[in-house]
């Protein structure tokens, strides 16, 4: 029988504004991340690798066990959300990354992190 592993992850991401700093150029989000398992065999997330740039350029990768301390395991149909929060050094920057998951057959696979746009509001007088 042919497994389908699949794992769509949705973003929302939201500006801090009572947690960053203006002047010392500390803008700080969160991001609401939705794994779901649109596959046929139930799979857990292993690791996770973010690549998060700023509007400068600036890059850094993030490379860990997990996400907020958890391997969620995921039957077919089944979700799981979490939120975690990034600082950056503009107002503007993005992010994007891979979960290294593993099926319950034992075959490894990545599900990939669509970009998303982190932006500090912009504030009107």
Known sequence: MEHSYQIKVLARPFYLAEQSDEKEEQYT???????????????????RHWIIEDASGKQQEVRGLGVVGEHPELAPGETFEYTSGVTLNTPVGTMRGTYQMIAADGTEFEAEIPSFVL???????
């Open 119 to 125: 932006a500090m509001p912009r504030t009107l007088h």
């Open 29 to 47: 989000f969160a991001y609401q991340i939705t794994i779901e398992n649109t596959g046929s065999i139930t799979a857990k997330l292993i690791a």
